[in-house]
């Protein structure tokens, strides 16, 4: 059976834990617009304070020092809390904050003062675990329609999992099952420390996974998908509307007269405008659309479940939206308008792929530009050229128009 030895687990715990703590810290030195990272370091670095407390103690769970161990871990868990919140860039509120404030200080005071049975403590600990973790997984899984899924709900299963742990715990606390107490022996301590050291590393990596994964697939100026990630969600979205028979629409969206906004506001007032155009589209998204910058002032949103019928009527919404909401922009009278192609296919039609898709709706954006801008055109039908029948003379010929 392998054995661990306390002094030697707990130090390596600490020196790991304080590490990744520091190389997210410097991470975000780096990538200063991941404030996630900030959050996610000085978790790291309170986990680590945790284990240096108990490793200092030589593993004797006095009755002050595993509610102060214990109070970091809890602060630790809901600063990750708030890291997944600013991963998604969604505000850190006062209650918020307050609540990360008041955890460790409630359940030190509830200890010491009030819960002297060791299975009360766990069951508080075991409980403000859950709500921290659940917290943080739920945030994860709402995943924005315009976001890369598959990293964050990888992490959202993680902290399910965690989550899921604590509950057993929790459950068999209630239940009166005698917890690893104040009886614990150096090896139980070191097993512990090796436990939370894997899900520590484990959240790191997943945390990180998240951050490399939306850099490389969202457009760092607007913060929808790049043009790589939309048309690899698109690709799929199509396969799955032609697997079952449903219609789906691809919009082309262009900002009319782009360059003469730039020539007459600056560059920085047409990066606004091109941040406030995809504020808009986002509102506009439906659960299962996506929407991407597909190069310049080039914008590509793709329907799911939607024929021509509701794919003109969102297109023809989204061009009055920009109209009110694009006016002004940074106190510039700027009057954005957009020219939408709009390429759909109907329920049970098929086509080649999706790139055919985006050529019909882009032959369609330039005709809505050539009759004037600041309309929508609507292409026309798709249809999958089928294999002729052979002629008497031996020639072949093929049908289908885009």
């Given amino acids: 059976m392998v054995t661990l030895d306390f002094q030697t687990i707990g130090f390596a715990a600490v020196v790991l834990a304080t590490l990744m703590g520091a190389l997210l810290l410097l991470a975000w030195a780096y990538v200063r617009s991941e404030t996630c990272l900030i959050f996610w370091g000085v978790t790291d670095l309170f986990c ?3 284990v240096a407390v108990l490793t200092a103690a030589n593993g004797r769970l006095g009755p002050n020092v595993a509610p102060f161990s214990n109070g ?93 742990i604590q509950v057993v715990r929790l459950a068999g606390s209630l239940a009166g099952f005698r917890p690893l107490g104040g009886d614990m022996t150096s090896e ?31 457009d760092e100026l607007t913060e929808l998908s790049n043009r790589r990630s939309l048309l690899m969600g698109a690709s799929a979205l199509l396969r799955s509307a032609l697997a079952s028979g449903r219609p789906v629409s691809v919009l082309l969206v262009d900002l009319d007269h782009f360059k003469s906004i730039n020539d007459r506001f600056g560059h ?19 659960r299962g659309d996506l929407v991407g910058r597909y190069g310049g002032e080039e914008f590509c949103l ?55 898709m985006i050529d019909a709706a882009d032959h369609a954006l330039y ?21 002729a029948a052979p002629h008497a003379g031996g020639a072949a010929a093929s049908t289908g128009v885009a």
């Fill in 302 to 356: 793709v329907l799911k479940d939607a024929g021509s019928d509701v794919a003109c009527v969102m297109a023809e919404r989204l061009r009055r939206q920009v109209m009110d909401d694009l006016r002004e922009v940074e106190g510039h009278a700027v009057e954005a308008t957009v020219a939408i192609g709009v390429a759909s296919l109907e329920a049970g039609q098929r086509v080649a792929g999706i790139d055919r």
């Fill in 367 to 387: 005709a809505a530009k050539d009759g004037g801008r600041n309309r929508v055109v609507l292409a026309a039908p798709l249809v999958t050229p089928q294999p």
């Fill in 72 to 164: 970091w871990l809890l602060t630790g868990a809901a600063l990750t809390y708030c890291g997944m919140r600013a991963f998604d860039r969604r505000p850190i509120t006062l209650p918020i904050w307050l609540a990360v404030i008041a955890t460790p200080l409630f359940y030190y005071i509830a200890c010491v003062l009030f819960l002297p049975n060791v299975n009360d403590r766990v069951v508080l600990y075991t409980f403000i675990c859950c709500c921290w973790f659940g917290g943080s997984a739920y945030v994860l899984a709402h995943v924005p329609s315009y976001a890369p899924a598959f990293s964050r709900m990888l992490v959202a299963l993680f902290l399910a999992g965690m989550c899921t």
């Fill in 48 to 50: 680590a304070g945790s």
């Fill in 188 to 218: 139980q301590m070191a097993w512990t420390f090796a436990a939370g050291l894997f899900f520590t590393v484990g959240l790191n990596f997943g945390g990180m996974f998240m951050v490399l994964d939306r850099m490389a697939s969202c």
């Fill in 268 to 286: 920085r007032t047409g990066d606004q405008v091109l941040r406030a155009f995809a504020q808009v589209a986002r509102k506009l998204l439906r």
